[in-house]
């Protein structure tokens, strides 16, 4: 850090002092988003900072705002200290107050600063709670994050313009929640924007309503309700700024799993083109009926696809891989005696995944051919006695036609 004389470190908080009230003054909400970017590490931000930690007594300098400016203060000396924790807690205090400040303010000028300092105690939870985590400390600051930013939201969800507000303060809340593992908590909030009349979703600024969409889509992934999964992870991606890879790869990375799952396929070229490799041998795997791909595919990626919580939504794959290979089964004998193509012996079935170096009996089969009738992917049924599937001369392979295998 570097020495400053006393001098140039009083003129640069003097400096910050007037942008501040300049700002408030003007209502000028761009202006303060700088400001109150602690986390963003800019040169001005740390020039301030060093300014600081000359100038000790920096509260003395303050005439307005002081329950805000003096812990943001502290805050902004903290982090450049690394101090993670007292960082986070005086930002919590200088956040609190400013919410006492923010309820005056009628106009929406105020969201811009209320956005960024929603986003600012986050970062600097994750933060904090890393830090409390690598000194053997149980880290709660996350959690203690999402508290305030449910009462936040609170001063938000009222009547008037600044309502379109809630709808950012919900998607911070929902990585939070992500993050630490407990979306039941999202309900609430969910419930909140999808019920109250107070709120007209279309109002709502579209990158916001883009993020709402992708993190309610990931929870019914989460929910195994794929239609819905669907139709919200659609929404997102359709309406996502193109020029966005980085956030179209991120919808992508659980629409591709629901799309797989309702029978739809992607291109190769969209896999390539969002690096979207994982999924890859997982789409041959199923154009191929090639279950030993398929696992093989799963267990090369587990970790990744583990984490982002689609492994089990793929690994319910494995259903329609049997369809495909039977299907291929069939359309082989079709060629070679058309008259006898709607019977299936179950020992060629054996064959084909004894060559697929998948070792099952006729028994196995057997099962697997019951559990594919039942759940409508394939059409017929059993001669027992001859160990053959009869199938369906109309039909045999029912496509899903964007409908989940029934569980």
């Given amino acids: 850090m570097s020495h400053l004389r006393m001098g140039e470190a009083h003129r640069r908080i003097t400096e910050y002092l007037n942008r501040f009230y300049d700002g408030v003054s003007s209502q000028d909400g761009a202006s303060l988003r700088e400001l109150l970017s602690l986390s963003s590490n800019s040169n001005y931000l740390l020039s301030v900072a060093d300014a600081l930690d000359t100038f ?106 600044k309502r379109v507000g809630a709808l950012y303060v919900t998607c911070q809340l929902f990585k939070i929640y992500f993050k630490l593992g407990t979306v039941h908590l999202c309900r609430s909030v969910i419930r909140s924007i999808e019920t109250a009349k107070i709120f007209d979703f279309e109002e709502f600024p579209e990158g916001d309503k883009v993020t709402y969409m992708y993190y309610t889509g990931r929870l019914e992934v989460f929910n195994e309700n794929f239609p819905a999964a669907d139709h919200k992870l659609s929404n997102a991606l359709m309406h996502c700024n193109p020029c966005s890879e980085a956030n179209i790869r991120m919808i992508l990375k659980y629409l591709i799993p629901v799309k797989l799952s309702i029978g739809i396929l992607p291109n190769d070229w969209l896999l390539k083109k969002y690096n979207l490799v994982e999924y890859r041998n997982v789409v041959q795997a199923l154009r191929k009926g090639d279950l030993r791909l398929l696992r093989h595919a799963l267990q090369e990626h587990e970790h990744q696809l583990l984490r982002s919580g689609v492994y089990l939504v793929l690994e319910k794959l494995e259903l329609q891989v049997y369809q495909r290979l039977f299907k291929k089964i069939y359309i082989i004998q079709k060629q070679r005696d058309p008259t006898k193509a709607h019977q299936m012996k179950l020992e060629v079935i054996v064959k084909a995944l004894t060559w697929l170096e998948m070792d099952m009996d006729v028994d196995e089969v057997e099962c697997i051919v019951s559990i594919l009738i039942y759940k ?32």
Avoid: C
């Avoid at 409508?376 to 409908?403: C, E, I, R």
């Fill in 56 to 161: 000790q007594d920096a509260n003395r300098l303050i005439d307005n705002f002081s329950d805000f400016l003096g812990p943001l203060f502290r805050s902004l000396h903290s982090l450049r200290l690394n101090n993670l924790l007292d960082s986070y807690t005086n930002f919590e205090k200088a956040a609190n107050a400013f919410i006492q400040e923010f309820r005056n303010w009628e106009w929406t000028w105020a969201l811009d600063p209320l956005f960024v300092i929603v986003y600012q105690l986050r970062v600097l939870a994750e933060r904090a709670d890393r830090e409390l985590a690598s000194n053997g400390k149980s880290p709660e600051k996350l959690k203690a994050a999402g508290s305030f930013l449910m009462k936040v939201f609170g001063v938000l969800a009222g009547k008037g313009p």
């Fill in 376 to 407: 409508n992917l394939v059409k017929g049924y059993f001669a027992h006695k001859s160990k053959v599937v009869v199938l369906s001369k109309q039909d045999p392979f029912p496509k899903l036609n964007g409908k989940p295998v029934n569980s």
